[in-house]
């Protein structure tokens, strides 16, 4: 039987805070128009998977950077200093009070579950405040040394990859058992025996990595809410997320706080969803076999 958890997926970068990995970039002392542009758009060019790309030239171009190589106290150094956009982190929090304000919903064990989905640098993220409030945080990592010297790459999270970790969530397998045992996404399982149905999905992003994501949960009757950032001037990746039938609302601008369009339409989605939780439990309350 479906549980009552409404998920809660956000893209990190550029969707709740400024893009995490350019930071790392200038921090490196890099210019990043030529990092992006040149060094890390030319592997692209030459085959490699873009996370893969743009990983690989940081560990290069950090070899000899004036901070020299990277280490884990330099990326929890950047994730301790990352700014967020308006109400980002605590905009769930406020949904949860919404929801907890209505007796049906907290009778019936309604809650939000509230999951990182990034292409980021997990390395960085897990160091901001997101690590004390989201169930779990996906995203690229580094393989350290016993020194913490950044020494390869763990993983990568193509804008594909992303998906794996819906289906995860989708069939209540948690991080840490993904990480260890990452083929049991693929074991068969009946929908009506998935803890968090598609329908009771809600994904925010802001660019093209989150296009697989946004077009999976909405072809599955989920929500899929665009975002554009501030500092996003040309308005281009909200165009580009316009087109065709790829989020269910928006892009809106990236303020969380009460009163902005993105929260009242959080709002009326969260409590969508909740409704609909209610009414499958009275459906199915209404189908059991009586003796």
Request: glycine letters at 8%; charged letters at 25%.
């Amino acid at each position: 039987m479906a549980d009552s958890v409404i998920a809660l997926l956000c893209d990190c970068d550029g969707t709740l805070c400024p893009d995490t990995s350019n930071q790392l970039v200038e921090e490196l002392g890099l210019n990043p128009e030529e990092f992006w542009q040149r060094d890390v758009a030319g592997l692209v060019e030459d085959g490699w998977d873009p996370p893969l790309a743009y990983l690989s030239m940081l560990i290069r171009k950090a070899e000899t950077s004036p901070g020299g190589r990277l280490t884990r106290s330099r990326l929890e150094n950047l994730g301790n200093n990352v700014q967020f956009y308006p109400g980002a982190l605590d905009f769930v929090d406020r949904l949860r009070s919404q929801l907890g304000a209505n007796q049906e919903y907290t009778e019936s064990g309604v809650r939000i579950d509230w999951y990182i989905v990034s292409s980021g640098i997990e390395d960085v993220l897990r160091f901001t405040a997101l690590q004390g409030l989201a169930v779990d945080i996906f995203g690229c990592a580094f393989d350290f040394d016993s020194e913490d010297n950044v020494v390869g790459i763990k993983r990568s999270v193509s804008f594909t990859e992303k998906t794996k970790f819906v289906y995860a969530i989708n069939k209540g397998i948690t991080g840490p058992e993904l990480r260890r045992r990452p083929y049991r996404v693929n074991d068969y399982m009946p929908l009506e025996n998935r803890p968090v149905p598609f329908e009771h999905m809600v994904y925010i992003g802001d660019g093209p990595s989150d296009i697989p994501c946004f077009s999976m949960i909405s072809k599955l009757k989920g929500k899929a809410i665009g975002v554009w950032p501030p500092e996003d001037n040309s308005l281009k990746k909200s165009y580009e997320l316009a087109l065709g039938d790829r989020i269910t609302v928006g892009p809106y601008g990236a303020d969380y706080r009460d009163g902005s369009d993105l929260f009242k339409m959080l709002s009326r989605i969260v409590q969508g969803i909740a409704d609909l939780i209610l009414e499958e439990r009275a459906q199915q309350t209404r189908s059991a076999p009586s003796h």
